[in-house]
């Protein structure tokens, strides 16, 4: 008798800590799979209209092309121009599942879906990195993951921006440069 009181907590604390075990997987997964991306602290401006819900998030990483220019209806004066991205797209989890490159800018997933945007808004989103950005989706080439794509939101950015330790002069004028950056890229389709 005494054997088995002394078992009873031992099986008892194993099965309650078997529980316990089991209740945290399941609400790391539910959890996982509740969370939806927020654009509640985001700028009116760049919001996805009403009607539409997340259908992919990814983190875009890479590089934009930036060229010295002359200055548009300014003679004799240049600046550096944005001319196109060149980055790799990844889930959350980090396994690359397309691209974004330009010009045009293109979003490609990697099953051959594919679509450009036109820019309906930008709003600032820091002194070293890109603006956040609202774009409306054009009809997706391709079958994939791209189609039925109605918006993306450009936002979470770090760098990109013009490079400022390079001027741009009329004697280099002509001269690329790339400037790493990091962003999300978050696809809406209709709800």
């Given at each position: 008798?005494?054997?088995?009181?002394?078992f009873r907590p031992v099986a008892v604390t194993a099965l309650v800590a078997s529980a316990a075990v089991l209740a945290?997987?399941?609400?790391?997964?539910?959890?996982?799979?509740?969370s939806t991306f927020s654009q509640t602290s985001l700028p009116p401006?760049?919001?996805?209209?009403?009607?539409?819900?997340?259908?992919?998030?990814?983190?875009?990483?890479?590089?934009?092309?930036?060229?010295c220019r002359d200055k548009a209806n300014m003679p004799g004066q240049t600046e550096w121009v944005f001319v196109g991205p060149?980055?790799?797209?990844?889930?959350?989890?980090?396994?690359?599942?397309?691209?974004?490159?330009?010009?045009p800018a293109t979003w490609e997933a990697n099953d051959g879906?594919?679509?450009t945007a036109t820019q309906l808004a930008v709003a600032p989103s820091g002194p070293t990195s890109l603006p956040f950005q609202l774009v409306k989706?054009?009809?997706?080439?391709?079958?994939?993951?791209?189609?039925?794509?109605?918006?993306?939101?450009?936002?979470?950015?770090?760098g990109g921006v013009a490079p400022a330790a390079t001027p741009c002069t009329p004697m280099n004028k002509g001269q690329k440069t790339t400037v790493k950056y990091q962003a999300d890229y978050i696809f809406w389709k209709a709800a």
């Open positions: 008798m005494r054997q088995l009181t002394s945290a997987c399941g609400s790391m997964s539910n959890k996982g799979a509740m401006s760049i919001q996805v209209p009403a009607g539409n819900k997340v259908a992919w998030e990814t983190v875009g990483v890479g590089d934009i092309t930036y060229e060149n980055a790799v797209l990844n889930d959350r989890a980090g396994k690359q599942v397309g691209k974004y490159y330009g010009p879906s594919k679509l989706a054009n009809p997706a080439m391709g079958s994939g993951a791209m189609n039925g794509v109605t918006y993306i939101q450009r936002v979470a950015l770090t």
